[in-house]
């Protein structure tokens, strides 16, 4: 593991400690692998024995020149897998310190997989960025505003080299 992608496991550790506290907040019990080597996801979720819910968190911020942020596009295979054939759904948190953005927003698998257009852009998309699949802000639903304190800890361990615009 080289410089750069521990520096994206610490900032990912902290996106998903955010996220596990938000989730029992809303009275979610929180599952994660206890198993040190690759996983399937990152977290289960369930809420009243009733609603399960496979979580997938990323600490990333959205794109600068679009409206849109996104996935390998290699993991979005592996979710649509495990949606189509678990009949589980996948809700993809994204932990964004963006100045114009610094909160957490989510999406189910099963809606941003449908097919729309926005502002003369087809989402999902892959071909705007290689290796990628994007999805549109506007599909996402907020989940919290993130705090001074969290965009700090994100920001410490982010790995662009630029300012955001």
């Excluded at 979720?45 to 009733?50: C, N, P, T, V």
């Excluded at 609603?51 to 996935?71: C, D, H, Q, V, W």
């Excluded at 993809?92 to 257009?117: A, M, W």
């Amino acid at each position: 593991m080289n410089w750069s992608e521990k520096i994206q496991v610490k900032k990912g550790t902290v996106g998903e400690t955010i996220v596990i506290k938000k989730l029992e907040e809303r009275g979610y019990i929180v599952y994660a692998p206890i198993t040190e080597s690759a996983h399937a996801f990152d977290f289960l979720a369930i809420k009243d024995k009733k609603i399960f819910k496979i979580a997938e968190i990323k600490s990333k911020a959205r794109l600068n020149k679009f409206e849109a942020t996104g996935i390998n596009i290699r993991n979005f295979n592996e979710y649509l897998y495990i949606y189509e054939n678990q009949n589980i759904d996948v809700i993809l948190f994204f932990v964004d310190e963006h100045p114009k953005e610094e909160r957490i927003y989510c999406q189910n698998l099963s809606e941003l997989i449908k097919p729309k257009t926005i502002k003369g852009i087809d989402f999902p998309n892959t071909k705007i960025v290689s290796g990628i699949i994007l999805f549109s802000l506007s599909d996402m639903q907020e989940v919290c505003k993130l705090t001074e304190a969290e965009i700090y800890e994100l920001k410490k361990y982010s790995s662009r080299n630029y300012e955001y615009k």
